[in-house]
């Protein structure tokens, strides 16, 4: 009797020995992983820069700059007319960036009329005078400095441009229409409204010099000097830019 206790009493202790680890290596075998928070890889911010190719449209107005007065055959002097009006293109350029500075290249096309026209008479007969720039161009440096937002730049190099003058002197008419070439000078603003939209206003002096008049007889005086400003504003579009950027501070 005591013999079959014994047994029982030992077998009782060997299998809780043994189930206690067992069983505790199983439950942590079966357990469940602990759930992993995975946080979102922050959002790639492309540097406000003003490097890189842009292209935009423009428009504004000009008005002459030459001399008030204009030659006639018999050697006096007559009135000129103001040369002003509006004009509209579009520019395309590049820009390269170190720090603050900017500098590139920029090319625009416009097209519009400045006209001019006066009229009166010297001792020898009566004379009217007409002038018009239907189109003119630009290729130009530019050189800036930017700081936030905001470029402050100025510009200069070679223009060209279609002029048509016209003096009708007692009959006789002289005239000069040819493409002209010349230079420019200026300078500006832009304000970055976002990493590829830009806002700009520039001022622009164009000279052309002067040409000789021709008349059919072959007689010629020297023309009036084609030179005007402009002043205008743009929009330009940066291309590769994002949406998302970071100011300049």
Not at 60 to 71: C, L, V
Request: glycine share 18%.
């Amino acid at each position: 009797m005591h013999t079959v206790r014994y047994r029982s009493l030992c077998l009782a202790l060997i299998g809780a020995a043994i189930s206690g680890p067992l069983g505790a290596n199983a439950a942590d075998m079966y357990r469940a992983p602990a759930p992993t928070t995975y946080a979102p890889p922050p959002p790639v911010v492309q540097p406000n820069t003003w490097a890189g190719f842009y292209v935009g449209v423009n428009g504004g107005y000009a008005w002459g700059a030459g001399d008030d007065s204009i030659n006639l055959p018999s050697g006096e002097k007559g009135a000129r007319g103001d040369v002003d009006g509006g004009f509209g293109g579009g520019q395309i350029g590049y820009n390269f960036q170190s720090g603050n500075f900017v500098y590139g290249l920029e090319t625009d096309i416009q097209a519009g009329r400045l006209n001019g026209k006066s009229s009166g008479s010297d001792g020898s007969g009566a004379y009217t005078s007409r002038e018009s720039t239907d189109w003119f161009g630009t290729l130009r440096g530019r050189l800036g400095y930017a700081f936030g937002n905001t470029l402050l730049f100025g510009t200069g190099g070679f223009a060209y441009g279609g002029a048509n003058q016209k003096l009708d002197y007692a009959g006789v008419l002289f005239d000069n229409n040819d493409t002209r070439t010349g230079w420019t000078a200026g300078g500006g603003i832009e304000y970055k409204v976002s990493q590829n939209w830009s806002l700009k206003g520039e001022y622009q002096y164009v000279d052309f010099g002067k040409e000789d008049l021709s008349s059919a007889a072959g007689n010629t005086i020297e023309g009036p000097e084609t030179s005007f400003h402009t002043a205008k504003i743009g929009l330009n579009y940066r291309l590769g830019g994002s949406s998302s950027y970071e100011p300049l501070k």
